[in-house]
């Protein structure tokens, strides 16, 4: 049986190459084969085809002993497909397509992406993933371009978390974005106010995730004009300066002292030290107006002489606040690091420590549970959080006659709307303050 030759292709490539083929002949047919090997050349040796001292590439040649190795290859097993086959199919084709099998074969083809057929959960929750890993940013706006806070991405696993219960009260086994419309919007609604007892300003904040998820999908059968969301103004408390002094002024320098707090059916003991953290913590809050995701990761670094510069967690915006004159004896207590703690702690401490400072007279809070307006009374004390502290600087502020726009510059309130709306000023204090203007001014 004859044996596998090579011999150079006439045409050059760029790189001034020519390929290597294999010429076998067999049973009357003539097997021409492109081995992928190409040299220049002056670096093939036609005689490698009479003697089997000499390969078809000279060792010089570069990449000279792969090539020739390949060749060789290419030829045995030439030869073998040849001896191997039997009766009809040994034919050129046959013989190509078996050493392509080999030398040349085909990349898998992937696995076609199953289409995700998403529904309103797998949707937001896919959402969620998303702005998690940081795939999903923002759009618009003057954050465009930035990741989601984690407090948006923990919204939207509350709301995903409100609709799972609502599938389970109905028995419901997937919500379809087609049945997203005002049918159900007022199904969801009944269920969080009759049978939850949802705040108002909680099943905004849930129709609000449930019409970004609609109209990112861009259906046509979603009506956002069905989906309202409800309006409300939250009836949270504020203290006022001497209220603030009364807990700034508290005596928690017996550090060997604590307080039993209870917490369900076992009783934590509370130190001093630890409630005197607590309540710088808190002063830090209401002598700046930051959020507690600001407050509470606060950095000594970023007071510069009488200005704290802080990026906010929540809206990625830069602010400048002054430092006032109360605030400096906390921060000179640190020389290191500031007071952190979680937010649920820090509410639960708070608490014990007003109610130290003598904070315990009662008021009167109104909520809108299930859509009702309720009226209950607490003491002082047991109704102060983390958010008291911006509302009390952002009040105390505006009623000691500090124009709106810059008490804005500090808070990072974008509209003179939304700060009104946040301050608890009532038409009293603003009367007042009017009657001291005019008299500043002379009029």
Do not use: W
Request: aromatic share 10%; net charge positive.
């Amino acid at each position: 049986m004859a044996k596998p030759k090579f011999y150079l292709d006439t045409a050059k490539s760029a790189r001034d190459t020519q390929a290597i083929k294999m010429m076998y002949s067999f049973n009357g047919q003539r097997l021409k084969y492109h081995t992928q090997v190409s040299v220049n050349e002056k670096h093939f040796q036609p005689k490698c085809n009479t003697s089997t001292n000499i390969k078809p590439v000279k060792t010089i040649a570069p990449y000279g002993e792969q090539h020739n190795k390949r060749l060789a290859d290419i030829a045995l097993d030439a030869v073998n497909i040849v001896t191997a086959a039997k009766g009809d199919e040994l034919t050129v084709k046959y013989v190509r397509e078996q050493l392509d099998l080999i030398y040349k074969p085909k990349p898998a083809k992937p696995d076609p992406t199953p289409e995700i057929k998403h529904n309103l959960i797998t949707y937001l929750e896919q959402i969620i993933a998303d702005s998690t890993s940081g795939k999903r940013l923002i759009s618009s706006g003057k954050s465009a371009g930035n990741r989601y806070t984690r407090n948006t991405i923990k919204n939207y696993g509350i709301t995903v978390s409100a609709l799972k219960r609502y599938m389970k009260h109905n028995k419901i086994n997937t919500l379809h974005f087609e049945t997203i419309n005002k049918a159900f919007y007022e199904d969801f609604r009944f269920y969080c106010y009759d049978v939850e007892k949802k705040e108002v300003s909680t099943f905004a904040g849930y129709v609000k995730d449930i019409k970004m998820a609609m109209n990112e999908i861009g259906s046509t059968a979603f009506k956002s004009k069905d989906f309202v969301k409800p309006s409300y103004e939250a009836d949270t408390i504020y203290l006022t300066l001497e209220q603030i002094d009364k807990i700034a002024s508290l005596d928690l320098s017996d550090y060997k002292k604590h307080i039993d707090l209870k917490k369900g059916n076992r009783v934590e003991k509370l130190s001093y030290a630890s409630l005197d953290k607590v309540r710088d913590l808190f002063l830090i809050g209401c002598y700046t107006g930051l959020r507690f995701s600001d407050f509470n990761t606060l950095e000594l670094k970023s007071i510069e002489n009488n200005f704290i510069n802080v990026k906010q967690v929540k809206t990625g915006g830069r602010i400048t606040i002054p430092i006032m004159s109360r605030l400096r004896p906390v921060l000179n207590k640190y020389l290191s690091n500031l007071p952190t703690l979680s937010n649920q702690k820090f509410n639960d401490y708070i608490k014990e420590v007003a109610k130290l400072a003598g904070l315990t007279e009662e008021r009167k809070i109104t909520d809108t549970r299930g859509n009702i307006k309720n009226e209950s009374f607490h003491p002082l004390y047991n109704l102060i959080t983390s958010h008291c502290c911006r509302r009390s600087y952002a009040t105390n502020m505006f009623k000691a006659g500090v124009p709106p726009m810059l008490i804005m510059s500090a808070t990072g309130h974008k509209t003179e709307t939304s700060f009104l709306k946040y301050i608890r000023a009532n038409n009293e204090d603003k009367a007042n303050l009017l009657a001291e203007t005019l008299k500043k001014l002379g009029l």
